[in-house]
């Protein structure tokens, strides 16, 4: 199931020690049909904050895949 839009995802790598938050912010299907989503990612590397904006996209009803 996918997470309601705005809804704070925290993940953590207890063997890297990294850790963030992705955030579904945007919503919709591409040209081929598929559902897609925006989304926020935050990531923590060494005390070190990264932001990326991404677009996700499910094509097996499953898994999702970075699309950019």
């Known amino acids: ?20 938050s992705v955030t579904p912010i945007k919503e919709g299907y591409n040209q081929q049909g598929h559902y897609c989503r925006g989304v926020s990612q935050t990531v923590i590397i060494e005390d070190q904050e ?10 097996d009803h499953s898994n999702w895949y970075l699309v950019d």
């Open 1 to 20: 199931t996918s997470a309601p839009l705005g809804t704070n995802i925290h993940w953590s790598n207890s063997d890297s020690g990294h850790h963030g």
């Open 50 to 59: 990264y932001h990326r904006y991404s677009k996700v996209c499910q094509y």
